[in-house]
């Protein structure tokens, strides 16, 4: 019986989520057959309140967490250059693996062939972006103008359509820009690493700031805690709502069925064999006795569909393996703003299905450099709920694709949402093992030149 206490209290949040996400599932199938046969737009809304609450005050708390995270881990990494260049090298080779995996998974299976059904009506095209116009505006948005705005809108360039845009091609047509709503994470995330740079290089005058960041993010993270204690009431509510919204599951599958395999033949692969073997060639070790004690990220991931909640669980998990703190602080806040191979894997192939689907004829070539937009569409994505599928309409208006059809895996994206949180989580852990296993030495040296003594460290070297 002892040990039975000590099992489901070490293991609490575990099986919380997983009782709040069926008991979601149950009364969301139970509401659904058994009561009304249709539900109104106002009452899922009352169903889902509770959740919606919920994820209100997740998505409140992802800016002060990811900046004073990374403020306060930089500091402390501020000439460990080595760690900053080996998080580099691994998000840009597990991102490369990324595109690989999904051109080879969607040109071998061609799930929206399969799928295809006379029943679909092409539409004409409604290209009303450019691809290197999103490219662009990704860097422009890595220099915000303005901090302030960089909070709450993201730069985004506009083509105004001309009267006669049948005519005129869309290169040649007026270009201006707009402040779309969204949080300018990718500008936040540089101007964070550049603080707390500039903290750490200034040598014992910065250590109040850094104080000040430090305990930010131990505060941000214990209030994330704390609202992730009611992650399986959230979870519950929200499911069942969005069981609710879905009219017919059986033509959801007869439409979607390969491109959901698909999907998670990709997740699969990329987060359980591709990254676990990267990481044993690496370091020699297994990575599996990595990803099981990240159990209570996993269950945050399932209950909020959000990479940033997960962040303090992910952090006391590495800790507890024995990875340093100045590497688990750092990695883990920038890669739950960043390194969003989960949704890259889902955009990717979304936008290649919908191709597939409507019948249109893209080269190998292209549809690399579709994979590459979806991918870099991705990065600064914040890790919210259900934003993947936001990136993927932008995406797809960029090549000139009809958007309508995306409404199709809309239905799913709240399902699928979860699994891609959880290989976002496998990656930066495994990514945290793998940096830990190369700069041993760098953090020694950094532990044995702290803040207080920067100015002589400066000098020695």
Same mark, same amino acid.
């Given at each position: 019986?002892n040990?039975?206490?000590?099992?489901l209290?070490?293991?609490?949040?575990?099986?919380?989520?997983?009782?709040?996400?069926?008991?979601?599932?149950?009364?969301?199938?139970?509401?659904?057959h058994?009561?009304?046969?249709s539900?109104?737009?106002?009452?899922?809304?009352?169903?889902?309140f509770?959740g919606?609450?919920?994820?209100?005050?997740?998505?409140?708390?992802?800016?002060?967490?990811i900046?004073?995270?990374?403020?306060?881990a930089?500091?402390?990494? =501020?000439?460990?250059?080595?760690?900053?260049?080996?998080?580099?090298?691994?998000?840009?080779t597990?991102?490369?693996?990324?595109?690989i995996?999904?051109?080879?998974?969607?040109?071998?299976?061609?799930?929206?062939?399969?799928? #295809? $059904?006379? @029943?679909?009506?092409?539409?004409? $095209?409604?290209?009303?972006?450019?691809?290197?116009?999103?490219?662009l505006?990704?860097?422009?948005?890595?220099?915000?103008?303005?901090?302030?705005?960089?909070?709450?809108y993201?730069?985004?360039t506009?083509l105004?359509?001309?009267a006669?845009?049948?005519?005129?091609?869309i290169?040649?047509? $007026?270009?201006? !820009?707009?402040?779309?709503?969204?949080?300018?994470?990718?500008?936040?995330v540089?101007?964070?690493?550049?603080?707390?740079?500039?903290?750490?290089?200034?040598?014992?005058?910065?250590?109040?700031?850094?104080?000040?960041?430090?305990?930010l993010?131990?505060?941000?993270?214990?209030?994330?805690?704390w609202?992730?204690?009611?992650?399986?009431i959230?979870?519950?509510?929200?499911?069942?709502g #969005?069981?609710?919204?879905?009219?017919?599951?059986g033509?959801?599958? =007869?439409?979607?069925?390969?491109?959901?395999?698909?999907v998670?033949?990709?997740?699969?692969?990329?987060?359980f064999?591709?990254?676990?073997?990267?990481?044993?060639?690496?370091?020699?070790?297994?990575?599996?006795k990595?990803?099981?004690?990240?159990?209570?990220?996993?269950?945050?991931?399932?209950g909020?569909?959000? !990479?940033?909640?997960?962040?303090?669980?992910?952090?006391?998990?590495?800790?507890?393996?024995?990875? @340093? =703190?100045?590497?688990?602080?750092?990695?883990?806040?920038?890669?739950?703003?960043?390194?969003?191979?989960?949704?890259?894997?889902?955009?990717?192939?979304?936008?290649?299905?919908i191709?597939?689907? #409507?019948?249109?004829?893209?080269?190998?070539?292209k549809?690399?450099?579709? $994979?590459?937009?979806?991918?870099?569409?991705c990065v600064?994505?914040?890790?919210?709920?259900?934003?993947?599928?936001?990136?993927l309409?932008?995406?797809?208006?960029?090549?000139?694709?009809?958007?309508?059809?995306?409404?199709?895996?809309?239905?799913?994206?709240w399902?699928?949402?979860?699994?891609?949180?959880?290989?976002?989580?496998?990656?930066?852990?495994?990514?945290?093992?793998?940096? =830990? #296993?190369?700069?041993?030495?760098?953090?020694?040296?950094?532990?044995?030149?702290?803040?207080?003594? @920067?100015?002589?460290?400066?000098?020695?070297?």
């Amino acid at each position: 019986m002892n040990n039975l206490v000590l099992f489901l209290s070490k293991h609490k949040l575990i099986i919380s989520t997983i009782v709040g996400v069926t008991a979601g599932i149950i009364c969301g199938m139970s509401l659904k057959h058994y009561t009304r046969k249709s539900w109104s737009d106002r009452d899922i809304m009352y169903i889902k309140f509770p959740g919606e609450i919920f994820l209100r005050m997740v998505n409140f708390l992802i800016l002060p967490l990811i900046t004073s995270s990374i403020i306060s881990a930089t500091c402390n990494l =501020s000439k460990s250059g080595p760690i900053r260049l080996m998080a580099l090298y691994y998000y840009l080779t597990t991102t490369t693996i990324g595109i690989i995996l999904c051109v080879i998974l969607v040109e071998t299976i061609r799930p929206g062939e399969l799928m #295809r $059904s006379e @029943n679909i009506t092409v539409s004409t $095209s409604t290209k009303t972006f450019m691809a290197v116009d999103t490219i662009l505006d990704l860097f422009r948005n890595l220099f915000p103008e303005n901090l302030i705005l960089a909070c709450m809108y993201q730069h985004q360039t506009v083509l105004e359509k001309p009267a006669n845009a049948n005519t005129v091609p869309i290169e040649e047509w $007026s270009i201006t !820009s707009e402040n779309a709503a969204g949080t300018n994470v990718l500008g936040l995330v540089f101007h964070s690493l550049l603080l707390g740079l500039a903290i750490g290089n200034i040598g014992t005058k910065g250590k109040p700031l850094s104080d000040f960041f430090n305990c930010l993010a131990d505060v941000m993270m214990n209030i994330i805690k704390w609202i992730t204690l009611i992650a399986p009431i959230g979870a519950s509510f929200l499911i069942a709502g #969005r069981i609710l919204e879905i009219d017919d599951f059986g033509n959801v599958i =007869s439409h979607l069925g390969f491109y959901i395999l698909t999907v998670f033949i990709g997740l699969i692969l990329q987060g359980f064999v591709i990254l676990p073997f990267l990481h044993y060639i690496i370091t020699g070790k297994s990575p599996y006795k990595i990803i099981f004690k990240l159990g209570p990220s996993f269950a945050t991931a399932f209950g909020t569909s959000s !990479s940033t909640a997960t962040v303090p669980y992910t952090i006391q998990c590495l800790e507890d393996l024995g990875i @340093n =703190s100045k590497i688990t602080k750092f990695l883990v806040p920038i890669g739950a703003a960043i390194n969003m191979d989960g949704i890259a894997l889902y955009e990717t192939i979304g936008a290649i299905f919908i191709i597939q689907l #409507r019948g249109l004829q893209f080269s190998l070539f292209k549809i690399i450099i579709i $994979s590459i937009t979806c991918t870099v569409s991705c990065v600064g994505a914040a890790g919210i709920p259900s934003g993947g599928y936001m990136m993927l309409i932008m995406v797809l208006n960029s090549i000139g694709v009809p958007v309508e059809d995306v409404t199709l895996i809309i239905a799913t994206d709240w399902f699928v949402d979860r699994f891609r949180t959880t290989i976002n989580i496998i990656g930066d852990a495994l990514g945290a093992s793998i940096i =830990s #296993r190369f700069c041993k030495e760098d953090l020694k040296e950094d532990e044995m030149c702290p803040l207080e003594t @920067n100015v002589i460290c400066n000098v020695s070297t």
